[in-house]
């Protein structure tokens, strides 16, 4: 009797180990590929997914790996040439997940190190490769990140995962290569006021001499406008001057030599050597300006 419950106890024992063994449990983070030898087991040309739950595997003849199937995160940072020969540092993060089982396990064996490391190094090609052909001022955090995205969808289809997201966080110049677009943008503002400037003082002479030559045409035109109206008031004048001689003679003759004494004598180093009874000084001699007898 007593050999019998020891029987008992170790086929409990091992039926107890045999399901241990030979249960696996799958959670919802995850899901399990069977394989055989490193060979992935085919159902109708199709791999076997263990989805989450319980599942019976016999052990030694199956064997299941198990995958997060969580998004993975790759953080890197590297340093590249631009074409116009200046040194970038590029970090990058990339977002992806396994989507297809039996190609992750195939190419990686199912190990992510594995798979990150291909990873960093396809995305330092394309961006070397990117970068190396693009000058400085050509170089976007957006642009490369959309190429990155587009580029690695064939890599993403290869290896069996999904690349959800790739971001540029950050584009920075080195030192050396820092300095030297300092340089270059101080050189290319100093010309570019340099030109603005010479720009600026030519159209400064343009405006003076445009002004110049409106105040000339301004100056020419009111010159002309008064001689014609000094040519109209002379003309009146003489008019005026003919209506009175023809009105009064004798009254316009003594005018006339009041001018003249005006003219003459309003000059105090005037000299006049003439004959006292002479035409000149009538008006002198006689009121009425009759020659004296």
Known sequence: MKWLMQLCLAALVIVIVVVFLAVTLIDQNQQGLLVKADQVILDSGKPVILNPGLHWIWPGKYTAFIF?????????ENQFTTADKQTLNVSVWTIWNVSDL????QVSQGNDATLN????????????RSINDEALANVTTDAQSRNLLLAGKAFAKENGITIQAVEISSLSLTGD????AYAQMTQKENSLAD?????????????????SNQVQAILAQ???????????????????????NDAEPKF???????????????NPHSVLILQPRGEFFKYFNSPNGEESR
């Open 68 to 76: 997060d199937v969580r998004p993975r995160i790759l953080v890197q």
């Open 102 to 105: 039996a190609k992750f396990y």
């Open 117 to 128: 490391k291909q990873l960093q190094t396809f995305i330092n090609n394309e961006l070397s």
């Open 177 to 180: 290569s820092l300095n030297n």
């Open 195 to 211: 030109k603005l400037q010479i720009e600026g003082l030519a159209r400064v002479d343009m405006l003076q001499i445009d002004a």
């Open 222 to 244: 009111a010159e002309n406008q008064a001689n014609m109206i000094r040519a109209e008031g002379d003309s009146a004048a003489l008019a005026i001057y003919s209506a009175a």
């Open 252 to 266: 316009y003759k003594f005018y006339r030599s009041l001018q003249a004494y005006k003219a003459v004598f309003s």
